[in-house]
């Protein structure tokens, strides 16, 4: 049973940073893309952030050039790290992968922007 465990999230200033961390069971992680979501209150849940096996990335719009997604294999374990952070940044991000056995979602971790 893979297991996705997030963490690092927290309150920051609008402009500060976070980074974000998801310890992954198994070896779903080096095998398989893995994404960043995030849910804002009163909002549908959103993509962030991929990095694929291979190291290749996608972000959404959004959060481009502001976000970083990266990989740890011996790890086991995604990164997001966000800089410039804005008050529309704010929600529950959770990390995800999928394999042939199923769609796997961590538990999430809030991130808060307030001044």
């Known amino acids: 049973q893979v297991q996705l465990v997030e963490s690092g999230g927290g309150l920051v200033q609008p402009g500060g940073s976070l980074r974000l961390s998801c310890a992954a069971s198994?070896?779903?992680?080096?095998?398989?893309?893995m994404h960043w979501y995030r849910q804002a209150p009163g909002k549908q849940r959103e993509f962030v952030a991929t990095?694929?096996?291979?190291?290749?990335?996608n972000y959404a719009d959004s959060v481009k050039g502001r976000f970083t997604i990266s990989r740890d294999n011996a790890k086991n374990t995604v990164y997001l790290q966000m800089n410039s952070l804005k008050l529309e940044d704010t929600a529950v991000y959770y990390c995800?992968?999928?394999?042939?056995?199923?769609?796997?979602w961590g538990q999430g971790t809030q991130v808060t922007v307030s001044s």
């Open positions: 990095i694929f096996s291979g190291g290749n990335t």
């Open positions: 995800n992968a999928n394999d042939a056995n199923g769609v796997y």
């Open positions: 198994g070896r779903i992680l080096s095998r398989n893309a």
